[in-house]
């Protein structure tokens, strides 16, 4: 059985890459965090409106971004 702590941080790593993700293409299409987060919130996505308004819990590394994504260094 794995780790729970490395599953736990698994999580909170790609959590944090995805948020940040959010918070880029929201800027790509000019708005603000809170612009991003009231317009997210209406349509439902309360836990990503949320957590662009707040600075990621882990620090992303290029390394975290790509196994984010599913590839493995």
């Known amino acids: 059985m794995a780790d729970p702590?490395?599953?736990l941080n698994g999580v909170s790593k790609l959590h944090a890459f995805?948020?940040?993700q959010v918070r880029m293409l929201a800027h790509a299409y000019n708005l603000s965090d809170t612009e991003?987060?009231?317009l997210l919130d209406g349509f439902g996505y309360?836990?990503?409106?949320?957590?662009?308004l707040h600075p990621p819990?882990?620090?992303i590394t290029p390394t975290d971004a790509g196994e984010a994504e599913g590839h493995r260094p």
Request: avoid cysteine; charge should be positive; aromatic fraction near 10%.
């Open 5 to 7: 702590l490395q599953f």
């Open 18 to 20: 995805y948020t940040e």
């Open 36 to 38: 991003a987060a009231k």
């Open 46 to 52: 309360h836990n990503v409106a949320r957590a662009i």
């Open 57 to 59: 819990k882990v620090e």
